[in-house]
């Protein structure tokens, strides 16, 4: 844990009692401050309880004794509306803010030389983040890997100086840290997403910007429109930039199969499986320019990319059979992501699609069509999706996972000899059949782990 001791002696309100709110809770009690803790859910309130966290009912309280408000950085800060809890503190003149910028603070206090690498962007967080954190690990650093990946921040251990702080942060968490300012910052791209909690795609791109325009250093992917302003907009702003593209000139680039650094060719992610796709060569490469900023030579960056374990969920390979690769990348939950997944192969794609869809489907997928044998359509989403794929791809309705695995299997086998894929990237949305993606995954996973035995059985 990371005891936050910047507000020792205060009285802090904390709404939100999930993870981040608890630990947020106990980091600022082992600094000293007096927390009064809230959630609507009984749940979480009686969790919170058995953890030691004192509960308040924010609603009655008097805010004029608190000397901040720490949101949940699922809770709405300002759209649709601010929650009634960022009203009843702006009202009394109390400040909002999230874990990040707790401990933001708290290093800037106690510890300003510990490394801070923030990772933002729409698409690849996870997997930036994850990746600058196992290079880090395999050339002896010392690091602590959360945020919005795995655990959160203020979990982490202590900040020392030799310790590498690498942090996953959501646009929602940037909101809620107006003074972050990491050591070493990468944006990977700005596309439309969580519209309903920014309010537009300015609001959207401002929050992601702020976290680099904080950085001392920073990598910054210009390929698309919105990442492209902000990185003019901080050319000669004193920060050391490295630029990052997939299809222009930059610092860094990624084309074929290989990373370059200002033109000279220094890493060949061919092969490897679990970096498979463009959009993990964008990420490697953004991972590349980060840990250049941070100090790393190629010598300790570039032979850890093919140790990478890849994350599960993501482009996953599950299993193979003879001619066939079975992937599992049910964190693609809308079309962008299936897309990354779809370009990753020119042809032979059985791909599970659906789900609860998003808007506009899979229209967008159409130029990917004439990759796909065959689509496999599940859940709520299957009639529309029917409709995208018309006379154009074959597919099948199969309603479960189960039956789609069984029917995409059979005839991926079938297909040989070049080499066919069988993937879970339904572009959509798990809540009408699965609690969450992550189930729906390990779902499929069963699912394949038990067909390829029942065919391996003699
Ligand atoms: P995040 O943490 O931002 O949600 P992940 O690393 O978990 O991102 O990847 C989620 C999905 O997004 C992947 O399965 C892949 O389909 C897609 N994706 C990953 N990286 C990129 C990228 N750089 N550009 C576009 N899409 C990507």
């Given at each position: 844990m990371i005891p936050i001791t910047s507000f020792a002696g205060l009285d802090v309100a904390i709404f939100g009692l999930g993870a981040s709110g608890n630990a947020t809770a106990l980091a600022l009690m082992a600094g000293g401050a007096r927390v009064a803790a809230w959630d609507d859910s009984d749940i979480g309130r009686s969790a919170a309880e058995k953890a030691g966290i004192p509960l308040a009912d924010l609603m009655t309280e008097n805010w004029a004794r608190f000397a901040a408000l720490v949101l949940a950085p699922g809770v709405p800060f300002t759209h649709p509306e601010p929650h009634w809890t960022v009203t009843k503190a702006q009202g009394a003149q109390v400040e909002v803010i999230g874990d990040v910028e707790l401990f933001g603070r708290e290093r800037a206090a106690v510890c300003p030389e510990a490394p801070f690498i923030a990772i933002t962007g729409t698409n690849g967080k996870s997997t930036t983040t994850a990746l600058i954190a196992h290079i880090l690990r395999e050339s002896g650093r010392d690091v602590q890997l959360g945020g919005n990946i795995g655990f959160p921040v203020l979990t982490l251990d202590p900040l020392t100086p030799e310790r590498y702080f690498v942090v996953e942060c959501s646009s929602f968490q940037i909101d809620l840290a107006p003074t972050i300012k990491p050591s070493v910052a990468a944006l990977l791209n700005i596309t439309p997403d969580h519209l309903d909690r920014h309010g537009t795609m300015e609001n959207y791109a401002r929050v992601k910007e702020h976290l680099v325009a904080g950085a001392d250093k920073f990598a910054i992917v210009v390929d698309d429109d919105w990442t492209r302003a902000i990185a003019k907009r901080h050319a000669g702003s004193g920060a050391e930039i490295l630029t990052v593209s997939t299809r222009d000139t930059a610092d860094v680039t990624f084309s074929g199969s290989r990373i370059f650094f200002r033109k000279e060719p220094v890493a060949d992610l061919a092969g490897i499986d679990s970096l498979r796709g463009r959009h993990n060569g964008e990420n490697a490469a953004a991972a590349y320019a980060a840990l250049r900023l941070s100090g790393l030579s190629d010598g300790e960056i570039v032979p850890h990319f093919a140790t990478y374990p890849g994350l599960v969920h993501r482009m996953e390979q599950v299993a193979r059979l003879q001619h066939v690769i079975f992937i599992n990348d049910s964190k693609a939950t809308n079309a962008e992501s299936t897309e990354t997944a779809l370009a990753t192969w020119p042809r032979g794609i059985h791909v599970i699609l659906g789900g609860k869809a998003k808007e506009g489907g899979i229209e967008s997928l159409r130029p990917y069509f004439p990759r796909i044998a065959k689509a496999y359509l599940i859940g709520a989403a299957s009639d529309d999706f029917a409709k995208s794929l018309g006379d154009d791809v074959p597919f099948e309705a199969c309603g479960t996972m189960d039956v789609a695995v069984a029917r995409a299997t059979e005839a991926a086998l079938g297909s040989g000899p070049a080499e066919a894929v069988v993937l879970l990237?339904?572009?959509?949305?798990?809540f009408d059949q699965y609690k969450n993606f992550e189930e729906r995954g390990e779902h499929f996973r069963r699912l394949v782990t038990a067909e390829l035995a029942r065919r391996r059985a003699p």
């Open positions: 990237s339904p572009a959509c949305a798990s």
